[in-house]
C-alpha cells in the first residue's frame, strides 16, 4: 500500500532554534499533503494544507511565520518550527492523499520537545 | 461547527469479548467518514472509509457501519493486538480532503 514517510521521529532541540521536520509520499504522486499536530489524549487538530506548488493554507489560529511549510515537489512537503519554544512540544504528523485511490495516508508522526 | 465526537474514551475488554465503538458527527456536506487505528507515538493507519448511510465495511475482527447522524466500529472477538486508539475522522468541506478528528477512543484487551 501507499506509503508516507515522515522524519525525524523525534527530535529534542533548544528554545529558539528551528526545527525542520519532512513528509515523503514514496510510492504516489501527492498534490495536496496536510500537517496535524496532537497533543496527548487529544485528537488530531489541522494546522495547514500544503500545495504542491503554491503558498499553504493555514488554519485559524496557527501562525504562518511560525510553522512555515514548503512543498517545492510533489513527493516532499517540509514543517519547519521557527524558533521554537517549550509550548511548541507536541507531536507533529503529516498525511498525502494518494491522487489515484483518493485515500489519505499518515506518515508515522515527529515528537518535538523543545527544552 | 463541524464537530466528531466518540465514545467511550476508554474501552477496557478481555480478549473474546465483542463490543462496539460510536462516533456521531455534525457537518455539513459530509465527504466520507474514516476509520484509524492508532499505536502509541505513531501516525494514524488507515482502516475503512463510508460514504453512505447503509454502507458497511469489514476487516478482520472489524467491521464499520455508518447512519445519518454516527458510525458505529464492531470488535468481534477482540485480541490483544487489537489494542489501540481508534480514530473517527469526517471529511472536511472547506479543505479538501482534510479530515477532521474525534478525540479517539482508547481500546485495551487484556487476555
Known amino acids: 500500500g501507499a506509503v508516507v514517510s515522515q522524519h525525524p521521529s523525534r527530535v529534542i532541540c533548544k528554545s529558539g532554534t528551528s526545527v525542520k521536520i519532512e513528509c515523503r509520499s514514496l510510492?504516489?504522486?501527492?498534490?495536496?499533503m496536510f500537517w496535524y499536530r496532537q497533543f496527548p489524549k487529544q485528537s488530531l487538530m489541522l494546522m495547514a494544507t500544503?500545495?504542491?506548488?503554491?503558498?499553504?493554507?493555514?488554519e485559524q489560529g496557527v501562525e504562518k511565520d511560525k510553522f512555515l511549510i514548503n512543498h517545492a515537489s510533489l513527493t516532499l512537503s517540509t514543517l519547519t518550527v521557527t524558533s521554537a519554544h517549550p509550548e511548541d512540544s507536541s507531536f507533529y504528523i503529516c498525511?498525502?492523499?494518494?491522487?489515484?485511490?483518493?485515500?489519505?495516508?499518515f506518515g508515522s508522526g515527529t515528537q518535538l520537545s523543545v527544552l | 461547527e463541524d464537530q466528531v465526537t466518540q465514545s467511550p474514551e476508554a474501552l477496557r475488554l478481555q480478549e473474546g469479548e465483542s463490543s462496539s465503538l460510536n462516533c456521531s458527527y455534525t457537518?455539513?456536506?459530509?465527504?466520507?467518514l474514516f476509520w484509524y487505528r492508532q499505536d502509541p507515538g505513531k501516525g494514524p493507519e488507515f482502516l475503512f472509509t463510508?460514504?453512505?448511510a447503509g454502507e458497511e465495511k469489514e476487516k478482520e475482527r472489524l467491521k464499520a457501519t455508518l447512519t445519518k447522524k454516527e458510525s458505529f466500529l464492531h470488535i468481534t472477538a477482540p485480541k490483544p493486538e487489537d489494542s489501540a486508539t481508534y480514530l473517527c475522522?469526517?471529511?472536511?468541506?472547506?479543505?479538501?480532503?482534510?479530515?477532521?478528528f474525534g478525540k479517539g477512543t482508547t481500546l485495551s484487551v487484556s487476555s
Open positions: 498525511s498525502a492523499r494518494d491522487e489515484g485511490s483518493e485515500k489519505l495516508f
Open positions: 510510492d504516489f504522486q501527492a498534490t495536496t
Open positions: 500544503s500545495n504542491e506548488g503554491s503558498k499553504a493554507t493555514y
Open positions: 457537518v455539513s456536506g459530509l465527504r466520507g
Open positions: 463510508l460514504y453512505s
Open positions: 475522522a469526517v471529511g472536511h468541506p472547506q479543505a479538501g480532503t482534510a479530515l477532521i
